[in-house]
């Protein structure tokens, strides 16, 4: 039996699955109301196409019927299941997802790798095509559905050659992976190259030129016609090397809209990225400012997409970064389809070695936001083939609470984590809640070893794990903290990059006042000196030694909370050896940081704790 097929994964996934028969998601919701409850409970599922992903849960007759739509009554089958092993009220009413788009999206490469993937190899995708258990891709399927996740883009939205075939020679293969997530409502989507026209011998990709038009159009209709219910392409343009419509003089409402019609015949979306920023820049030059760029660009092209067009942001200005105030076009576009995405892999926020789980961020980035403000929501997968499927088995806490999150942007962090603890290893009430703690606790953590005061980019070049202050000082990608023997920060104020006038009254007051500013956005927004006085009375180089302190000790009280947990076999071992590596890396954060700026301000800290010349 395969290491996968061992391992738990929140219920109810327990069991296995057949690999016979269960073609359609109301076969799979009899099925897992079956196999869980092994005639504990009577349940009906009665289909009423009209409730489509949606569905209610009533008494009928002594027992409980559920009545959904095809999806619906499977999502309504995994709502009970999870309310019953909770031990909670069961959903009452029409249960319906907030977003109709719920996707992850996967940076798997054809050759096996993934991109910033901290789980192991590609679950399908290995030697330029794919290659996968069938067992397990229906596992995963399973697990998606049981969270309401329906869309899934295979591969990575840095197209590389072999990718292209996925529409054209490896088509076939790409429907027959399709086929195997349908009885989930899992529908794929794919990752396409805008210069794709260019791969088969077309002299541009000009998105005005009407052979280029007519190319997207065929390509179109075969895909579709292989796979109906393909969700959509998913676009990186003019992003990191990426071809796109600027290398044509053309806008990205032309190179966009050109897709999108070629897609609305089928019901497509045209998922187009808006992480579009100079990464070439002179570090000398002070005047370009990475975070101003995708709101410059896009902000002038509200209400020039097309309505299948969903322009897709991440939550902040940057890139995953472990603090950033939340991206100002999703506050300002407000004639376009919007799409928020989140990175579920921990790029900076500790490689899936470190504990980061990620619901409180969500609930601030939608707290402030607005759930309306989106239409979609996307987040960058963090599954592997690794046993555990996310390298840490804590991990697949950002996973489940992901899709409670994308179903109903108004859940609560610790209500979602506790359910994933309590699903997962059914410990003691203590246990879980201890657990619990643990991961609430995470975030906070980490952010006051790596990224205190909104201070970015701190991290190992290329590789982003583990503390480098200067690594990205003179780089090209626009990623400083412009740190010297004075002071620190980039003065994103009126007064210096105009940044802060991105955002509407009263953020932009707020942050432009570096005495209101929230502390954990304070060296985002301004460049302070060392001297500076806090709200609270400390001075900025104090608080920089203190966070750094407080994060190390957390992670320590951490360790201490989960020695005391007695989860099963391998997950303690694979918990606990990676809460070692955590520990030397908060070590390694808090003594380089400090060091790096003891070492410009020569201030010593006020508590006369260790810190090196
Ligand atoms: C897929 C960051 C990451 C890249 C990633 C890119 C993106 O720059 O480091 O690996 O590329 O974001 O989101 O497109």
């Not at 096996?112 to 258990?133: C, H």
């Not at 991206?327 to 980061?356: C, R, V």
């Not at 984590?417 to 203590?430: C, D, I, V």
Request: aromatic share 12%.
């Amino acid at each position: 039996m395969d290491g996968w097929m061992e391992r738990r994964a929140w219920l109810p996934m327990l069991n296995q699955l057949p690999q016979e028969g269960l073609e359609t998601p109301l076969a799979m919701a009899k099925y897992e109301l079956e196999a869980y409850f092994a005639g504990r409970e009577k349940t009906v599922c009665r289909l009423d196409a009209a409730l489509g992903e949606g569905f209610e849960i009533t008494e009928e007759n002594g027992g409980l019927s559920i009545r959904g739509g095809e999806t619906g009554v499977l999502y309504g089958a995994y709502a009970l299941i999870r309310a019953r092993a909770c031990g909670e009220d069961l959903p009452r009413g029409v249960q319906k997802p907030y977003y109709p788009l719920r996707m992850i999206n996967s940076w798997d490469n054809m050759d096996g790798s993934v991109e910033r993937g901290y789980s192991g190899r590609s679950i399908w995708f290995e030697g330029g095509r794919f290659a996968y258990e069938p067992a397990r891709i229906r596992q995963l399927g399973r697990m998606l559905a049981s969270v309401g996740i329906n869309v899934l883009c295979v591969n990575n939205v840095n197209v590389h050659q072999p990718a292209q075939h996925l529409l054209d020679t490896l088509l076939p293969d790409t429907a027959r992976f399709a086929s195997l997530l349908r009885p989930f409502g899992v529908r794929l989507m794919l990752s396409i190259d805008f210069s794709q026209p260019m791969q088969q011998g077309l002299p541009t990709a000009d998105p005005l030129d009407e052979g280029v038009r007519a190319w997207w159009a065929d390509t179109a209709r075969r895909v579709w016609s292989a796979i109906p219910d393909l969700a959509g392409f998913l676009v990186k343009a003019d992003s990191e090397h990426r071809p796109g419509p600027n290398t044509y003089g053309r806008s990205h409402a032309e190179g966009a809209n050109m897709l999108a019609r070629a897609i609305a015949p089928y019901g497509g979306a045209l998922v187009w990225r808006a992480f579009v920023y100079n990464c070439m820049q002179d570090w000398r030059d002070q005047t370009t400012d990475r975070p101003r760029a995708a709101y410059d660009l896009y902000m002038p092209l509200d209400g020039a997409f097309d309505g299948n067009v969903i322009l897709q942001v991440k939550h902040g200005p940057y890139d995953f970064q472990v603090r950033e105030p939340l991206s100002p076009l999703l506050l300002g576009m407000k004639k376009t389809n919007l799409a928020i995405e989140f990175q579920l892999a921990q790029e900076y926020t500790g490689h899936q070695i470190d504990l980061y789980a990620m619901p409180p961020m969500w609930r601030e980035c939608f707290d402030q936001m607005g759930k309306e403000r989106v239409r979609a929501i996307a987040a960058v997968s963090n599954l592997g083939r690794d046993d555990n499927w996310t390298g840490h088995p804590f991990a697949a806490a950002n996973l489940f609470a992901y899709g409670l999150f994308a179903w109903n942007p108004d859940a609560d962090p610790e209500k979602a984590l506790r359910q994933w603890a309590k699903l997962t290893y059914s410990l003691p009430e203590n246990q879980t809640a201890a657990l619990t703690g643990i991961l609430m606790k995470s975030q906070e953590a980490y952010e006051n070893y790596a990224a205190t005061l909104g201070l970015c980019w701190m991290v190992t070049p290329g590789d982003h794990y583990g503390p480098n202050p200067y690594g990205y000082e003179f780089q090209a990608w626009g990623t400083y903290i412009r740190a010297d023997r004075n002071a620190v920060g980039i003065d994103r104020t009126g007064g210096g990059t105009g940044y802060v006038n991105q955002y509407p009254e009263p953020l932009r007051s707020l942050y432009a006042d570096a005495h209101t500013c929230p502390d954990n956005l304070l060296l985002f927004f301004h460049r302070l000196p060392y001297s500076f006085v806090m709200k609270d009375g400390r001075t900025l180089i104090q608080r920089i030694y203190d966070d750094h302190f407080l994060g190390c000790a957390q992670a320590e009280e951490m360790a201490r909370a989960l020695s005391g947990l007695e989860l099963p076999f391998p997950d303690r071992k694979e918990a606990e050896e990676r809460m070692q590596k955590q520990l030397a890396n908060a070590r390694e954060w808090r003594d380089i940081v400090n060091t790096f700026f003891h070492r410009f301000c020569g201030i010593a800290d006020d508590k006369g704790r260790k810190i090196y010349d």
